[in-house]
Protein backbone atom coordinates (compact mmCIF):
# COMPACT_ATOMS: atom_id res chain seq x y z
CA UNK A 1 0.00 0.00 0.00
CA UNK A 2 2.96 2.39 1.15
CA UNK A 3 4.62 1.46 -2.04
CA UNK A 4 1.51 2.71 -4.24
CA UNK A 5 1.42 5.81 -2.46
CA UNK A 6 4.64 6.87 -2.77
CA UNK A 7 4.60 5.76 -6.62
CA UNK A 8 1.32 7.97 -6.88
CA UNK A 9 2.83 10.65 -4.85
CA UNK A 10 6.09 11.21 -7.09
CA UNK A 11 4.14 10.77 -10.58
CA UNK A 12 2.24 14.02 -8.93
CA UNK A 13 4.82 15.59 -8.30
CA UNK A 14 6.49 15.33 -11.62
CA UNK A 15 3.30 16.64 -13.32
CA UNK A 16 3.01 19.74 -11.09
CA UNK A 17 6.58 20.32 -11.63
CA UNK A 18 6.28 20.03 -15.33
CA UNK A 19 3.25 21.81 -15.31
CA UNK A 20 5.14 24.77 -13.70
CA UNK A 21 7.99 24.81 -16.34
CA UNK A 22 5.80 24.90 -18.42
CA UNK A 23 4.05 27.91 -17.85
CA UNK A 24 6.40 30.30 -15.67
CA UNK A 25 8.17 31.41 -18.95
CA UNK A 26 6.80 34.61 -19.58
CA UNK A 27 7.78 37.48 -17.35
CA UNK A 28 5.29 37.80 -14.64
CA UNK A 29 6.24 42.14 -14.13
CA UNK A 30 7.80 44.62 -16.15
CA UNK A 31 10.82 44.46 -13.49
CA UNK A 32 10.93 40.78 -14.49
CA UNK A 33 11.33 41.78 -18.16
CA UNK A 34 13.73 44.47 -18.11
CA UNK A 35 16.36 42.30 -15.80
CA UNK A 36 15.78 39.16 -18.30
CA UNK A 37 16.17 40.97 -21.78
CA UNK A 38 19.51 42.91 -20.43
CA UNK A 39 21.14 39.71 -19.73
CA UNK A 40 19.93 38.92 -23.39
CA UNK A 41 21.72 42.17 -24.68
CA UNK A 42 17.99 44.02 -25.01
CA UNK A 43 17.67 47.72 -23.66
CA UNK A 44 14.87 49.14 -22.82
CA UNK A 45 13.96 52.06 -25.39
CA UNK A 46 12.39 55.00 -23.09
CA UNK A 47 11.21 57.07 -26.23
CA UNK A 48 9.27 54.14 -27.59
CA UNK A 49 8.77 52.81 -24.08
CA UNK A 50 6.75 55.99 -23.21
CA UNK A 51 4.60 56.06 -26.96
CA UNK A 52 3.88 52.50 -26.15
CA UNK A 53 2.97 53.24 -22.83
CA UNK A 54 0.70 56.25 -23.80
CA UNK A 55 -1.02 54.31 -26.52
CA UNK A 56 -2.19 51.60 -24.71
CA UNK A 57 -3.20 54.28 -22.18
CA UNK A 58 -5.69 56.04 -24.54
CA UNK A 59 -7.14 52.46 -24.89
CA UNK A 60 -10.20 50.92 -22.82
CA UNK A 61 -8.42 48.34 -21.10
CA UNK A 62 -7.26 46.94 -17.85
CA UNK A 63 -3.35 47.22 -18.47
CA UNK A 64 -1.09 47.84 -15.53
CA UNK A 65 2.25 48.20 -17.67
CA UNK A 66 3.78 47.75 -20.42
CA UNK A 67 7.62 47.44 -22.17
CA UNK A 68 9.22 47.87 -24.64
CA UNK A 69 12.83 46.93 -25.59
CA UNK A 70 15.57 46.57 -28.58
CA UNK A 71 18.51 44.41 -29.37
CA UNK A 72 21.63 45.49 -31.51
CA UNK A 73 20.05 43.70 -34.62
CA UNK A 74 16.72 45.75 -34.32
CA UNK A 75 14.63 42.91 -32.53
CA UNK A 76 11.79 44.69 -30.81
CA UNK A 77 9.61 43.50 -27.86
CA UNK A 78 6.24 44.95 -26.49
CA UNK A 79 4.61 43.61 -23.78
CA UNK A 80 1.51 44.67 -21.78
CA UNK A 81 0.35 43.10 -18.45
CA UNK A 82 -2.95 43.24 -17.73
CA UNK A 83 -5.05 43.18 -14.21
CA UNK A 84 -6.99 40.29 -15.03
CA UNK A 85 -6.70 37.60 -17.46
CA UNK A 86 -10.27 38.11 -18.94
CA UNK A 87 -8.63 41.45 -20.14
CA UNK A 88 -5.78 40.36 -21.69
CA UNK A 89 -7.61 37.99 -23.35
CA UNK A 90 -9.95 40.32 -25.20
CA UNK A 91 -6.66 42.45 -26.21
CA UNK A 92 -5.11 39.75 -27.64
CA UNK A 93 -8.34 38.50 -29.85
CA UNK A 94 -8.96 42.18 -31.05
CA UNK A 95 -5.03 42.48 -31.76
CA UNK A 96 -5.42 39.28 -33.67
CA UNK A 97 -8.10 40.13 -35.68
CA UNK A 98 -6.62 43.23 -36.68
CA UNK A 99 -3.45 41.63 -37.28
CA UNK A 100 -4.92 39.28 -39.55
CA UNK A 101 -6.96 42.14 -41.79
CA UNK A 102 -3.42 44.24 -42.19
CA UNK A 103 -2.07 40.65 -43.27
CA UNK A 104 -4.65 40.25 -46.05
CA UNK A 105 -4.20 44.25 -46.97
CA UNK A 106 -0.62 43.76 -47.02
CA UNK A 107 1.74 42.10 -50.47
CA UNK A 108 4.65 42.08 -47.99
CA UNK A 109 6.54 39.31 -46.56
CA UNK A 110 7.54 41.17 -43.76
CA UNK A 111 4.59 40.57 -41.79
CA UNK A 112 5.94 37.26 -41.40
CA UNK A 113 8.92 37.55 -39.25
CA UNK A 114 6.68 39.53 -36.37
CA UNK A 115 4.16 38.03 -34.44
CA UNK A 116 2.10 38.57 -31.22
CA UNK A 117 0.95 35.44 -28.39
CA UNK A 118 -0.37 35.88 -24.99
CA UNK A 119 0.06 33.73 -21.94
CA UNK A 120 -1.70 34.53 -19.30
CA UNK A 121 -2.11 38.54 -18.01
CA UNK A 122 0.44 39.21 -20.74
CA UNK A 123 0.45 40.37 -24.07
CA UNK A 124 3.89 40.58 -26.48
CA UNK A 125 4.26 41.02 -30.19
CA UNK A 126 7.46 41.83 -32.13
CA UNK A 127 10.24 40.10 -33.92
CA UNK A 128 10.03 36.07 -33.63
CA UNK A 129 13.65 36.27 -32.50
CA UNK A 130 13.02 38.89 -29.56
CA UNK A 131 9.41 36.83 -28.74
CA UNK A 132 11.31 33.76 -28.52
CA UNK A 133 14.04 35.07 -25.68
CA UNK A 134 11.09 36.86 -24.02
CA UNK A 135 9.18 33.69 -23.67
CA UNK A 136 12.72 31.61 -22.81
CA UNK A 137 13.27 30.41 -19.36
Known amino acids: MNKKISITLSIILVIATM ?17 KMEELGYSSSTVY ?11 DTDAEATYCALDKDFNIIMAIWFKTSAGAKE ?3 DMKEKMSDFAKDSSSKEGDE ?8 VVYAGSKQAMKDFASL
Not at 19 to 35: F, G, N, Q, R
Not at 53 to 58: D, E, N, P, R, S
Not at 114 to 121: D, L, S, T
Open 49 to 59: DIGFTLLIKGL
Open 91 to 93: FYN
Open 114 to 121: YGAKRQGK
Open 19 to 35: SLLLVACVPTSKEDAIE
